[in-house]
């Protein structure tokens, strides 16, 4: 019988409360109880920060292009290339957050403080735009500019907006892993409950960005900035409030120090013994035991033949021997097999994460070309305009009916047909289903385009009006992307969570935004190539400011190619990919109490 049975079959139960049996603890670090701590109650709490954080946060981020050029006069250009920056400064501190978070602070520690920067950062843009920069007051609109501001008022304004991203950026690659926390996946149905956590918090997400999309966006986009950002400031404020408030019902674990130089220790290790030759089976490498309490709580991994080279760091060496003898043993000479195992874990994810980046391209669609595809349709019922931005509602609409569709129907269906897997379908085949969808979204796009291209060709002459083709026929692609995401980025956050090992786990959470990031970037490149191929003395190219003149479809068409070449990819790394194996840790390791 091995240890994870054991503890189940003991349920290691002091004084008659049952502990959790993934090594996880309370606030007080006491081994955390299950009936006391985490599930559901954590649980909701999070999900209800998120959401309260994720409107604070696009309150700010969807209409700070507008910001820029109606409030600080700046040109369409520059404001784009500002907003730019601070989207990718956004993303990068996300893997600052993440990495303070598994090798000091833990995560608990690390959203409450990244929540306070957020919430400072937005009392100082509320501030600035009410007293110094929304002057004339009710300038900011469409119809009427702001005057000139200080070089003093300018930088008070930037100063403000990135601690904006540095406070969400350091939050949110944490605050979804630290959900998961408060889910023992060795326990059934506590594990069931951690997969569904990850659609309700991609559900929750949404959410939150919908009524900064539609509510403050409408009062943003009337001049109402102020306004704006002061219910962004309220509504981070009551997120930081809420989840201190369940501070001592959180389970916790242990921040496992430095991952990079864990990394960097394993490849010197394996350098210096590059000579040594290694036994079939690997009975000669270095392994902990599972409670040894320089683990910090962490499972064991256990050994797996890829990367073959890295094993050499695992290799006792007689020296080795001696040094411990001696109680001296060198970590840049021998690493324990765990610490190896975490490198070939990371070196295995990489491929997965890479055919992930384009994806994100896919994605970053709705947020520009899909805008500017709908401003060139018949935006208008009645009198009642319809903003193209606004169109990102059916997408929001499509992950939640989508979400309540996989979580009561096709999981339970698929679970049946496979009846091995009780859990349905995987998470590398829901990402690969997502990459499916993708390519069907371009597809119809692209098609819509032609369509829109030939009413426009038809009704104007020169090819400058807008077509009449209404901007509703926008909803199938709209509705797609949203389907691809819940199975795309709600299985990304599962599958990065669940691999990384785990000391390492808000950073697999962080991969998933840098996958966004640079799809961002490589969206700008590839369109900047094509532009400069497709741009003649006669041919405006595919993505002209005037796309009556262009061929949009085309460029559509060309984003559904690349991701069919790289779900192939996808399907070759998949396969090749080895999930990691844990070393189940009784309770009993549990014993050594520490303070969260």
């Not at 409408?218 to 930081?240: H, K, N, P, Q």
Request: charge should be neutral.
């Amino acid at each position: 019988m091995d240890c994870l049975e054991i503890c189940k079959e003991e349920k290691f139960k002091d004084d008659g409360e049952e502990h959790t049996l993934d090594g996880s603890v309370d606030y007080y670090g006491r081994p955390a109880i299950r009936a006391k701590s985490g599930g559901w109650v954590a649980g909701i709490i999070i999900l209800l920060n998120q959401g309260l954080a994720t409107l604070a946060f696009f309150g700010v981020g969807v209409n700070l292009v507008l910001f820029l050029t109606r409030v600080l006069q700046q040109n369409n250009a520059e404001a784009a290339n500002n907003v730019s920056k601070w989207t990718g400064t956004v993303y990068i501190f996300s893997l600052v957050g993440a990495f303070l978070s598994d090798s000091y602070w833990g995560r608990f520690k690390t959203c409450a403080i990244f929540q306070g920067i957020f919430v400072i950062g937005l009392v100082l843009l509320s501030l600035s735009s009410y007293l110094f920069l929304i002057r004339p007051r009710g300038c900011g609109n469409e119809l009427t500019p702001c005057g000139t501001h200080s070089s003093l008022e300018i930088c008070l304004f930037y100063l403000s907006i990135y601690f904006v991203a540095l406070g969400n950026g350091g939050y949110q690659p944490n605050i979804a892993t630290f959900g998961a926390d408060q889910y023992d996946e060795e326990d059934a149905k506590e594990g069931h409950s951690k997969v569904a956590f990850f659609s309700y918090f991609y559900l929750a997400l949404n959410l939150g960005s919908l009524f900064s999309n539609t509510i403050l966006g409408y009062f943003e986009d009337e001049g109402m900035w102020a306004l704006g950002f002061w219910v962004s400031t309220g509504s981070a404020f009551a997120a930081l409030v809420l989840f201190l408030a369940g501070t001592t019902r959180y389970r916790h674990f242990k921040p496992s120090g430095n991952p990079l130089a864990r990394f960097c220790q394993v490849i010197v290790a394996a350098t210096k013994k590059w000579r040594v030759h290694l036994s079939a089976e690997g009975e000669d490498l270095y392994v902990i035991d599972a409670n040894d309490s320089s683990t910090n709580g962490n499972r064991n991994m256990l050994h797996t033949h890829g990367f073959k080279f890295l094993d050499r760091a695992a290799y006792i060496s007689s020296r080795d021997l001696d040094e411990q003898k001696q109680g001296c043993s060198n970590p840049w000479r021998l690493c324990p097999v765990t610490q190896v195992e975490e490198v070939k874990c990371i070196l295995r994810l990489l491929p997965i994460w890479l055919c992930t980046i384009l994806y994100s391209v896919v994605f970053t669609q709705m947020a520009s070309l899909f805008v500017e595809q709908g401003a060139a349709m018949k935006t208008t019922v009645s009198n009642f305009r319809i903003p193209p931005a606004s169109m990102s509602s059916f997408d929001i609409l499509s992950v939640a009916a989508f979400i309540f569709l996989y979580r009561r129907v096709i999981e339970p269906l698929a679970g049946g047909i496979r009846k091995k897997n009780s859990k349905g379908l995987t998470e590398l085949q829901r990402m690969g289903i997502g990459l499916v969808i993708a390519i069907v979204a371009m597809l119809a796009a692209g098609i819509v385009e032609c369509y829109r291209l030939k009413y426009a060709k038809t009704e104007c002459k020169h090819c400058e009006g807008a077509s009449s083709l209404s901007i509703f026929w926008q909803v199938p692609q709209y509705a797609l992307i949203g389907a691809s995401e819940v199975f795309m980025y709600v299985a990304q956050l599962e599958f990065f969570n669940a691999q990384a090992p785990d000391g390492l786990k808000s950073f697999g959470s962080a991969l998933c935004m840098t996958s966004i990031s640079l799809g961002n970037y490589v969206s700008s490149l590839l369109l900047t190539m094509v532009m400069k191929i497709s741009t003649e003395d006669h041919m405006p190219g595919w993505v002209p400011g005037n796309l009556n003149k262009g061929h949009l479809d085309r460029f559509y068409f060309l984003l559904a190619g690349l991701t069919t070449v790289d779900f192939v990819v996808y399907i070759a790394c998949a396969k090749w990919y080895k999930c990691i194996e844990l070393e189940a840790k009784c309770a009993e390791s549990n014993q050594d109490n520490f303070k969260v």
